[in-house]
Every structure is written in structure tokens, then in C-alpha cells.
């Protein structure tokens, strides 16, 4: 099992606008625009426009674009998205992700 920071974050148009990657105002805008915006900066890598759900970018290897490389602490842990704060394996303690290297590819 691999866990959640290494995981591609599915997170919705209040989790940008918490982080601060999107504009209060920008809600009213068509999220198809906005999704476009945050592909270009290399923030967001997909986004579904049925559901609304935007997947965040990850790092080369697979992390998070918001875990820090040396510490493995997450950079945004107070305005986090919702699906890291539900996620079982955020924690142990406060800022910490819990980071385990992907098991081998079977
Ligand atoms: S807790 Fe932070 S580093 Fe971990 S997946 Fe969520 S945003 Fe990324």
C-alpha cells in the first residue's frame, strides 16, 4: 500500500480556492477555464468535468506537488485539501504525511 501523498489527489473548486490556487470569483467562471489555468501552471493533471473533481499534479516521482522532498511534511497541512483531511492515512501526527515508498511494481 502506498499512501496518500504519493497518491494523485482527487480535490474539488473550494479545495483550490482554500489553497489559493484559485480566486474567490473564479468559481462563477466555467471550471472547464479554470482547470485549463491550473494545467498550464502545472498544478492541477486532470480534471473531470462531469464530476467537478480536478486531480492534482504530482512530482516525477509520484509525490505530491505539495510534499516537501526532504522533510515529507506536507507544505499546504492547513489548507489541505478535504480528501487528504478524510484520508485514513493522513497522520500520525499534525503535518506529518505518512510516507511509505511505493511497494515493487507486481
Ligand atoms: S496532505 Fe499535503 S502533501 Fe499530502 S497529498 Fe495532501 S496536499 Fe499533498
Redesign the pocket.
Known sequence: MSS????P?EVRIKDLIR?GVVDEFEKDEPPKNVAKRLQKEGIVERFNQKSGIFT?ARMSND??????RKSR?????DK??D??RN?PK?GPRPGY?AYKPKPPAR
Open positions: 496518500c501523498c504519493t497518491l489527489v489553497i492534482l509525490d505530491c506537488l505539495y510534499l516537501d511534511l506536507c507544505t499546504i497541512y489541505r485539501p480528501t487528504c484520508h493522513v504525511c
